[in-house]
């Protein structure tokens, strides 16, 4: 399996939902949780949350902005739309050969 | 019991322990994300779950250092913290050793031994001398260790620097007081019993007198 960009661990999959939900505006930690939880129904705890933060910042897949009340909102950069997109289109792919196994089982 | 303790445990509570335990991320971590942390904490909802999150986020922070912001700086001062415990450990290590070279054995069953085998005396011998010259070595490249933290600890009035340096200082104090309180001990307690016996004779002294505090206590009196 060719190598999706995306490879962070245990964060991998809370990354993806964070790139997800910053697809489409800058948030802030706690805006994120509550997004994430509202189109995905997981609720990450705040210190996973930061994990993934670090992580996806240190790969500039992110950036902060600057602190409004303490709170720095986050946003995608064009090296995270990609990841994203490159992510989005495996996903894509698997939930394309699944439907159609399912249909032919 | 465990929901009791959530009953019992307001959010407060538990904030007060997520603060407690954003104190064991690192310092560069802190500086970047401990306010908006907090901003979250307060707003979501803490669990004794959340604090086990929190303690797994700070290992993971220790564990992963190259994803910190100023990296170097914090592995400058790791790299310097761990040298200044390992100096003050074997400062620590150096003082139990002249304490424990200054302790004759009041039973001599050691002397017989090791004049009938010479080899062993040899091998004590080397090891002293092993011992001396790793205390000296690293006392050698401590100093400038030392100077280095003082200096940095005065320049930028950061005295908690300062604290790890007091762990020689009290454990001479430590082994002094012991050393002491042993002396004193014995004293008042053994002498009198057998004021005119032969103090080196074997079958004189309890079992007791094998454990650390009397020996050492013996032999400070010479």
Redesign the interface.
Known sequence: MPSNGLELGRFTDVSLLILLSLANGSK???AL?EDIAHFSGTRF???????A???LE?KGWIVALQ?Q????PYQLTQAGMDVLRQQMATLQQIVDVGVQRLAIG | MQKRFFKQSGKGNFLIWARWILRFYPLAWRKRYADELVSVLQEHPISLWTLLDLLRGALDAHLHPDLLPKEIITMTARIRTSEIVIFCTFILFGCLWFVVNGVRDPLSVWEPTVQAHPAISLADSVLNAAMGIALLGLIVGGVPILFGVLRHAFQNRQWRQLSLLSVPLVALLLIVSYGLLASGAWTQKTIPQNPNGPIDAPGDHPPVRLSAPAPCGYCWQY
């Open positions: 802030h930690g706690y949780i705890e705040p210190g996973t949350l930061y994990g933060l670090m992580r240190s602190a009340d303490r709170r720095h």
